[in-house]
């Protein structure tokens, strides 16, 4: 089995999986900037709360280190799978505002936790539904979007997340879909095609 795991696309304990996300794309693109130079830069902007607990990247400012070097963005609510597929396919890159925890648990492999964690996200997903927020708290790249031609209901996501450190991990699109409307479908997207 290849190891998932790769220390270039983990975050780290913070919460700068915006910037990181941002990092990696800026690589794609022959940009060479760390972590901690993009963190600096996000911070001194307002982009960036530093604070352990409650810091993290406004869902509006995903995408204005790209914007800043050079790399044009485009942000979308209420985005589909048919957009992420139509940037893909452009060679453009995909950010996505995601509920990790729905995410996370489907590869909890304790059986208690993995239901525990489930029934939570379900709890969750209803409070915030009936007081009208939004429960995002991660961000990824959408790697790739796989329909299998003989059953086109089968469709899988590839996913980038900088949060557990995955290379390449892949979920169906009922679970991404689940987690990706707790962030309102929020889609970023660079403007060009990817040289890299």
């Not at 729905?102 to 525990?116: G, T």
């Not at 469709?155 to 409307?181: M, R």
Request: negative net charge; proline residues 5%; contains cysteine.
């Amino acid at each position: 089995e290849l190891e998932k795991f790769d220390p270039s696309i983990y975050q780290g304990p913070n919460k700068t999986c915006a910037i990181r996300c941002q990092e990696i794309i800026l690589r794609d693109y022959g940009i060479m900037l760390s972590q901690d130079e993009l963190v600096e830069y996000a911070t001194k902007n307002g982009w960036f709360d530093p604070d352990p607990v409650t810091g993290g990247t406004s869902k509006y400012a995903v995408g204005n280190l790209l914007d800043v070097c050079g790399i044009e963005t485009t942000r979308l609510d209420n985005a589909t799978v048919y957009d992420i597929i139509a940037e893909l396919r452009a060679g453009h890159r995909v950010i996505v505002n995601v509920d990790a925890n729905e995410l996370w648990v489907k590869n909890e492999k304790n059986l208690f936790k993995r239901l525990f964690g489930e029934a939570t996200n379900r709890v969750n997903d209803a409070v915030q539904g009936v007081m009208g927020v939004e429960g995002a708290n991660h961000v990824l790249i959408v790697a790739g979007v796989n329909v299998k031609p003989n059953d086109p209901s089968d469709i899988h996501v590839t996913l980038i997340d900088p949060g557990s450190g995955d290379v390449c991990i892949e979920y169906t699109f009922k679970e991404f879909q689940k987690a990706w409307e707790d962030g309102n479908c929020r889609m970023v997207s660079t403007n060009v095609p990817a040289p890299f």
